[in-house]
């Protein structure tokens, strides 16, 4: 049986006043994609393309364009997470407060004692974020995305400007709770290696317009998803059998 369709999304033209011009904007045009339950896919494409802005607009942040985005059956009201490129995290208050915020009244410990285990956070829950890390509080704001328990992730650029090893350690968290609890990820990245590392589809957007351009499934068992080899091994056969993606990144 084929996956059951969670979000689908279809703008015909999203665009912005000019600052220097008579002229309009236009960030995105004749964009459509279908993302299935539980599936997790990167958009892969340059700087400045439209990407955050298409995040935006799937969360209800932006209303302002022409087009439709359906989240889960109608008549439904889906859980939707957001992890911004900034944590946003609260500076009056702890690890455990901030990710307190947005938990229900009713809901108990275990969940966020869970999450910070499993982030490797346990140790900091009262912690302020001035003492954190850059690292360490992208973490906080994975752990307060889960909390919610939402039926739809996005996240943008969540890991950029951490070293590599960094990055790494926080991606590998990432997936250890995505597997234990699925979610529909819609995942924004401009570096390649990390969006084979993470995703079950790579979707490839032009420069603003933003536009779709391909689509690739990615062949890699889960298993060998810290392979760093078949990683770059996957990367070169797309930069070969698709030239043209070197543009988009």
Known sequence: M???????INIAKKSFPAVSQASE???????????????????????????????????????????????GPSGTQPKIGYVFQNPRLLPWRTVRQNVELV?????????ID????????????????????????????????????????LMDEPFVSLDAPTARQVRESLLVLWQ?????????????????ALADRLVFLSAAPMGFVT?????????????????????QQLLNDYPAIKQLL
């Open 215 to 235: 689509e690739i499934t990615v062949p890699i068992a889960r298993d060998d998803r810290n392979n760093e080899q078949a990683i770059e091994a996957f990367r």
């Open 180 to 196: 234990e609890r699925p979610h529909t990820v819609l995942f924004v990245t401009h570096d390649l290696r990390e969006a084979i």
């Open 2 to 8: 084929a996956a059951v369709s969670l979000v689908n």
């Open 114 to 153: 869970y999450l910070l285990k499993v982030m490797q956070l346990t140790q900091f829950q009262h912690v302020y974020p001035e003492r954190l890390s850059l690292g360490m509080s992208r973490r906080v704001a994975l752990i307060r995305a889960f909390a919610v328990n939402p039926d739809l992730l």
């Open 25 to 71: 904007h236009i960030a995105i045009a004749d964009f459509k994609l279908t993302i299935r339950s539980n599936e997790f896919v990167c958009l892969v494409g340059p700087s400045g393309c439209g990407k955050t802005t298409l995040l935006n607009i799937i969360a209800g942040l932006d209303q302002d364009f022409d087009g439709q985005i359906v989240v």
């Open 103 to 111: 938990l229900e009244r009713d809901q108990n410990a275990e969940l």
